[in-house]
């Protein structure tokens, strides 16, 4: 149990330092239009690379892309269509 604590705490460190030190500089330099629109991009980028990553593969795994998939293989087609569309518009 030890060393999975470890671990976590390992991969946790990243991304609360990386949080923590944004912190400390956005209070005292205030970023601009640009830069806060390249930091949502990116942010968007990285949650629809996730879900892709999450998602196609077990859909891609069927041989019937309407079979079951986490129960319902429609949805999560449209589900992933509408969050894309959602997310460009």
Do not use: D
């Not at 030890?2 to 209070?27: I, K, N, S, W, Y």
């Amino acid at each position: 149990m030890a060393g999975t604590l470890e671990q976590v705490l390992t991969f946790v460190l990243l991304p609360v330092t990386a949080t923590a030190v944004g912190g400390v500089t956005a209070a005292y330099r205030v970023p601009g239009a640009r830069l806060s629109s390249m930091v949502q991009h990116f942010a968007a980028g990285v949650v629809f690379a996730v879900t892709a990553g999450e998602l196609l593969p077990e859909l891609k795994g069927e041989r019937n892309p309407a079979a079951p998939v986490y129960g319902y293989a429609f949805e999560v087609i449209v589900g992933f269509a509408l969050g894309l569309a959602v997310m460009l518009g």
